[in-house]
Nanobody
Framework: QVQVVESGGGLVQAGGSLRLSCAAS????????MGWYRQAPGKQRELVAT???????NYADSVKGRFTIARDNAKNTVYLQMNSLKSEDTGVYYC???????????????WGQGTQVTVSS
């Protein structure tokens, strides 16, 4: 079994910064891609940023130049540094991980429960 847990959300003023963390644990053989998604009230979940095991990254146009995704493979952890936050960045931020289990099955995508980010204008 694999668990994915996010942390670091909160309330911040526009222009401020937050750093989100996401740790995967459990029956993990390897992790391929990890990513951050967000869902604003009344909207569909959307991609924010992804990163492969080789550290190739992909960003939504709306966050390019403001957000940075990074990972620590030894800790099975991915981070999202969010700078110059805007009110439209408000939402629940979810992390996922594409995991090959210790039984060498998968990869399967596991999701965390989400962490709330609120940016006040």
């Amino acid at each position: 079994q694999v668990q994915v847990v996010e942390s670091g959300g909160g309330l911040v003023q526009a222009g401020g910064s937050l750093r989100l963390s996401c740790a995967a644990s459990g029956s993990i053989f390897s992790i391929n891609a990890m990513g951050w998604y967000r869902q604003a009230p009344g909207k569909q979940r959307e991609l924010v940023a992804t990163i492969t095991s080789g550290s190739s990254t992909n960003y939504a146009d709306s966050v390019k130049g403001r957000f940075t995704i990074a990972r620590d493979n030894a800790k099975n952890t991915v981070y999202l540094q969010m700078n110059s936050l805007k009110s439209e960045d408000t939402g629940v931020y979810y992390c996922n991980a594409a995991v090959t289990t210790q039984r060498v099955t998968g990869p399967y995508v596991y999701w965390g429960q989400g962490t709330q980010v609120t940016v006040s204008s």
